[in-house]
């Protein structure tokens, strides 16, 4: 396979990680360490996706979020953010990972941008024809908790109960089995057997 361009090498994304952890600390660093080892376990099954690429997408996607503790935004920090720094192919990661559904509507949460960024943002995501790693890091998203890899339904409950439903949840829901059965059926299997902790993190007894 050919080895994308436009991402960082691991430590270098382990470094942009480190450094935004040290700059907004918080439980989004723990899902994007989950994320980076879920995406590469999936991708050294897939015989079209580089490990080590999908290990950076996973690692980066939510790397916005070192500009602070925002909403919907993050998306847009971090695709200026990465695009800056001349990785463009993490950038798009950033952008796409919130939509199975190429359209703002259907991100979770509010957006927090003025309209003249919203805008831009629609313009950049609708430009864009999605790859097999935008699709691997919105598929690992949509199972990754700070604590582990889980199954899919946990997830969505945990991102319906933090930020609400909205008229799209329920065709996102859809767009992420989708998700699922197409990668299930490129890998040749379940993605669960593939990811780490699934049963442990799925089953863990909820705190008070």
Aim: aromatic content about 10%.
């Amino acid at each position: 396979m050919t080895k994308p361009t436009g991402f960082p090498t691991r430590a270098q994304a382990e470094a942009l990680l480190a450094e935004a952890e040290a700059r907004n600390p918080g439980p989004w660093t723990a899902h994007s360490r989950v994320s980076a080892l879920g995406a590469a376990a999936l991708a050294a099954r897939h015989p079209d996706l580089d490990e080590d690429t999908a290990y950076t997408a996973g690692l980066l996607h939510d790397i916005g979020r070192r500009a602070g503790v925002t909403a919907m935004r993050h998306v847009l920090d971090g695709y200026l953010y990465l695009n800056e720094l001349g990785f463009p192919g993490a950038a798009r990661i950033s952008l796409t990972h919130s939509f199975p559904i190429q359209d703002l509507a259907c991100g979770a949460g509010h957006w927090d941008c003025t309209a003249e960024e919203m805008a831009f943002t629609a313009q950049a995501l609708r430009g864009l024809e999605y790859d097999a790693y935008d699709r691997l890091i919105q598929l690992i998203d949509a199972v990754a908790l700070p604590a582990g890899c889980c199954i899919m339904e946990k997830r969505m409950v945990d991102v319906a109960l933090r930020h609400g439903f909205n008229a799209w949840t329920l065709n996102k829901w859809r767009a992420y089995f989708d998700l699922q059965s197409r990668f299930e059926s490129e890998l040749g299997c379940s993605i669960y057997s593939l990811l780490p902790d699934v049963s442990a993190t799925s089953f863990a007894a909820r705190s008070a």
